[in-house]
């Protein structure tokens, strides 16, 4: 039986830094009565130069401060961490639900072009994992998957150079082997595997042309998320304002700032909480 008390529990999001905010954005959109509790790991991003060993710790530390808090479910908002920790999270924090923001992308782009081309653009470590390319794989073998790493787009994002022909220029250069015939097949979906990616949909938009689907993973994240509180009876039942916490390791003013940039309001130094996990 359903405690009554856990619907008003919050949702935990974690991400390795501030990438997530869109995820965190996404959910407010889809969910805009839920309590959300955002936790940042600023003093150690990024995760992608570090080891699966060292992911898997500090996504668990992670994990674990949220879950001491009290929620109800747990979103990894960064694609690292979920191509490399899923798995053991789900078992470690099981009976909690556990939400990554690999899977509903890959289920999206196979339901919305099923024996198609996709186009994966994310950083060097999730490219170097491969996850998106199984997860679509198994979930349709005929599917045709490459993997773009896309470094400098994530340093484009947190520098709030979005409709700037800066940004236009650099996207280009990263999906210039896809433009062409001679390059191998268009991609019928590109699927944005960073959560700093969709503050860039319009510049990829302009670069791609129109005949590609752009996959956000942070709207189909917070589909899911959806899906899996109706699943639990898990929706949030109080009329009273919903409530969102930010927490970070490391950096407030900096997390605040992109912070303005991601949420699209105002968020202060003094609205995030330090924390040690």
């Not at 479910?73 to 961490?81: E, F, G, M, P």
């Not at 073998?141 to 400098?152: F, I, N, R």
């Not at 304002?241 to 968020?267: H, I, K």
Request: aromatic residues 4%; negative net charge.
């Amino acid at each position: 039986m359903i405690d009554p008390a856990s619907n008003e529990l919050p949702i935990g999001v974690f991400d390795s830094g501030v990438g997530g905010l869109t995820v965190l954005k996404a959910l407010r959109q889809q969910l805009p009565h839920e309590h959300l509790l955002y936790l940042g790991d600023t003093a150690r991003v990024p995760y992608g130069t570090k080891s699966p060993a060292s992911i898997t710790r500090y996504a668990l530390q992670a994990a674990d401060h949220l879950r001491k808090r009290g929620i109800k479910l747990l979103v990894i908002a960064c694609n690292t961490a979920t191509a490399v920790a899923l798995d053991e999270l789900q078992k470690k924090l099981a009976p909690l639900p556990v939400v990554g923001v690999l899977e509903p992308g890959a289920r999206a782009a196979v339901a919305l072009r099923p024996a198609g081309s996709h186009l994966v653009l994310a950083t060097e470590a999730t490219v170097r994992l491969g996850a998106y390319s199984r997860a679509i794989n198994a979930l349709d073998a005929s599917a045709v998957v490459a993997e773009q790493p896309c470094e400098l787009m994530v340093a484009l994002a947190e520098e709030g150079w979005l409709n700037d022909p800066v940004a236009d220029a650099i996207v280009h250069r990263y999906l210039e082997p896809w433009l062409g015939e001679t390059a191998g097949p268009k991609a019928c979906t590109v699927i944005l595997g960073c959560t700093h990616f969709p503050l860039l949909r319009e510049s990829i938009r302009r670069v791609i042309g129109d005949d590609a689907l752009i996959i956000d993973s942070a709207s189909t994240t917070a589909q899911a998320v959806e899906r899996t509180l109706d699943e639990r009876k898990l929706r949030r039942l109080s009329a009273t304002a919903p409530r969102l916490q930010l927490l970070a390791t490391d950096g407030p003013s900096r997390f605040a700032r992109v912070g303005r940039m991601f949420l699209e309001e105002d968020v202060s130094a003094d609205d995030i909480e330090l924390v040690d996990i």
